[in-house]
């Protein structure tokens, strides 16, 4: 079965809109984690929600989580052309590996 | 603050070849992996290590690779005979308790 997948696959949108990104999962977890990568680069820890939180922020970012749904959404706000990059989900449902997403691919134009 | 660090950040090497990968986790940390991503595709998880022994590994993980920590600070991932379906980034993360957060910036392997 399939962990940590996201939607929107691709998603463009001007500057200074927001991006919503979704991501749904089948087994129980006990984080759900979001991972910016720019094109052939490493992976950037963005933010980090447990099971037990229902939404979280970081600058421009709002995650947030529904257990009961197993889906989370990444939003975020006013964007820039520097966002655009590709974002992960990646859930932790025993400790330890994380499963990782497809990912979308975000397209700010400027 | 502390970052996870790989080497080489682009090997080239020729099929049949071994090739090693070298990180260098955070110095506190616990747990270390090792994850891939193949181009264009998502992040896989190959295998995990804890108190110096594999904790995980995936059906990716196969006889062909293998996992040390020879010294202490460094962790390494070696492939015996690489095969051109080995081409993929290969990410090394650490933590010091389960839950990975810190990933290196990665290896680009290229098998010829």
């Known amino acids: 079965s399939q962990q940590g997948e996201e939607d929107p696959q691709a998603l463009s949108i001007q500057e200074g809109e927001n991006a919503t990104m979704n991501c749904s999962y089948k087994t129980s977890i006990n984080n759900l984690q979001w991972y910016r990568q720019n094109s052939g680069r490493g992976l950037v820890h963005l933010i980090l929600i447990r099971s037990n939180e229902r939404e979280k922020h970081s600058g421009r970012l709002r995650v947030t989580l529904d257990t009961s749904k197993k889906s989370s959404s990444l939003l975020i706000t006013a964007s820039r052309a520097a966002d655009t990059a590709s974002y992960f989900c990646a859930t932790d449902p025993q400790g330890g590996k994380l499963i990782f997403g497809q990912g979308t691919e975000l397209s700010v134009k400027p | 603050e502390p970052e996870v660090t790989q080497t080489p950040s682009h090997q080239v090497t020729q099929m049949g070849q071994e090739v090693i990968l070298r990180c260098v986790p955070i110095s506190n940390h616990l747990y270390f992996y090792w994850y891939r991503q193949i181009l264009g595709q998502k992040v896989e998880f190959l295998v995990s290590?804890?108190?110096?022994?594999?904790?995980?590994k995936s059906e990716i993980f196969d006889d062909q690779f293998s996992v040390e920590r020879p010294d202490g600070s460094n962790f390494t991932l070696k492939i015996r005979s690489t095969k051109l379906e080995d081409s993929a980034m290969y990410f090394c993360a650490s933590d010091y308790s389960s839950a990975t957060g810190h990933f290196g910036p990665g290896t680009r392997l290229t098998v010829t």
């Open positions: 290590f804890y108190n110096n022994e594999i904790s995980e």
